[in-house]
């Protein structure tokens, strides 16, 4: 059970992607340090009403109810529906005070060939949706006190190539310069912007492994810390940043990811 927390108390933040994996687990910890909670999702309607069924039942057990956590469709590939969530959002609550820009998608997109569709895709909802995002909230930030936080997922592809997954690669490795390009352009205006790099995470997305035991392990045998992580775990790291405990913390890329970015491969000397 996550533990109730107040160091989120009276933030309103929009979760991206929020409906499933690590965006549900973000929504849920966020409510029980105290956060009001909009949850994005793009056709995706039942997953979502469930997370913000979660989020109340949270709020039930630590006292909280009556909150206005929301639930929010809108396609995080299309600027237009970018902007009428955002506006939506704030016009509801008049205020944001966190952006977590989680949504992504991941698909093969071999270098040597691969379909443009949805190349274009991967890069419009997991790189140029998160910049649409990332401005909308800005723009609400400065026009009033107290600044904000943004937070972008990553991942340990940000820094480690995945070959035949080329748009995904790309975007992460943008999202990365995203994060500390804007960090360093509002760091006076008491905007900061972190991401997290999750590495391999129990969730929808990794179904493709993590039901085969067989597979499961040939994955976490690549994993210094010798297993995947829950999403409740990467949760975590958001709320750390998302909370004055980070008030110092900008433009970094937290690795959560079990030791994957530290090259296991050199564990054992082999090079010398």
């Given at each position: 059970?996550?533990?109730?927390?107040?160091?989120?108390e009276?933030?309103?933040?929009?979760?991206?992607?929020?409906?499933?994996?690590?965006?549900?687990?973000?929504?849920?910890?966020?409510?029980?340090?105290?956060?009001?909670?909009?949850?994005?999702?793009?056709?995706?309607?039942?997953?979502?009403?469930?997370?913000?069924?979660?989020?109340?039942?949270?709020?039930?057990?630590?006292?909280?109810?009556?909150?206005?956590?929301?639930?929010?469709?809108?396609?995080?590939?299309?600027?237009?529906?970018?902007?009428?969530?955002?506006?939506?959002?704030?016009?509801?609550?008049?205020?944001?005070?966190?952006?977590?820009?989680?949504?992504?998608?991941?698909?093969a997109?071999?270098?040597?060939?691969?379909?443009?569709?949805?190349?274009?895709r991967?890069?419009?909802?997991?790189?140029?949706?998160?910049?649409?995002?990332a401005?909308a909230?800005?723009?609400?930030?400065?026009?009033?006190?107290?600044?904000?936080?943004?937070?972008?997922?990553?991942?340990?592809?940000?820094?480690?190539?995945?070959?035949?997954?080329?748009?995904?690669?790309?975007?992460?490795?943008?999202?990365?310069?995203?994060?500390?390009?804007?960090?360093?352009?509002?760091?006076?205006?008491?905007?900061?912007?972190?991401?997290?790099?999750?590495?391999a995470?129990?969730?929808?997305?990794?179904?493709?492994?993590?039901?085969?035991?067989?597979?499961?392990?040939?994955?976490?045998?690549?994993?210094?810390?010798?297993?995947?992580?829950?999403?409740?775990?990467?949760?975590?790291v958001?709320?750390?940043?998302?909370?004055?405990?980070?008030?110092?913390?900008?433009?970094?890329?937290?690795?959560?990811?079990?030791?994957?970015?530290?090259?296991?491969?050199?564990?054992?000397n082999?090079?010398?």
């Open positions: 059970m996550i533990q109730r927390s107040s160091r989120l009276g933030r309103f933040a929009l979760v991206t992607g929020g409906s499933r994996g690590i965006g549900r687990a973000i929504a849920e910890r966020f409510a029980a340090d105290g956060a009001i909670v909009a949850i994005n999702h793009y056709q995706d309607g039942d997953a979502a009403a469930e997370a913000l069924e979660a989020v109340r039942e949270i709020d039930a057990r630590h006292d909280r109810t009556g909150r206005p956590h929301r639930v929010v469709e809108a396609d995080i590939g299309s600027p237009t529906a970018i902007k009428e969530m955002l506006d939506g959002v704030i016009d509801d609550w008049k205020r944001l005070d966190i952006l977590i820009n989680n949504a992504g998608i991941q698909a997109t071999p270098g040597d060939g691969f379909d443009h569709e949805t190349f274009e991967i890069i419009a909802v997991n790189l140029t949706g998160q910049a649409y995002c401005e909230a800005i723009r609400h930030f400065l026009q009033r006190a107290g600044g904000g936080v943004i937070i972008n997922t990553t991942s340990a592809h940000e820094v480690i190539p995945k070959p035949g997954f080329l748009a995904y690669s790309i975007s992460k490795g943008g999202l990365g310069s995203l994060t500390r390009t804007l960090a360093l352009e509002f760091a006076d205006r008491g905007i900061r912007v972190n991401a997290v790099g999750p590495g995470v129990m969730t929808s997305m990794n179904d493709g492994w993590r039901h085969n035991p067989v597979q499961k392990a040939n994955v976490e045998s690549h994993i210094p810390m010798g297993r995947a992580a829950e999403p409740d775990e990467i949760a975590a958001y709320a750390f940043l998302a909370s004055d405990d980070a008030v110092y913390v900008n433009g970094q890329t937290i690795y959560a990811c079990g030791g994957i970015t530290l090259y296991g491969d050199f564990k054992q082999w090079a010398s």
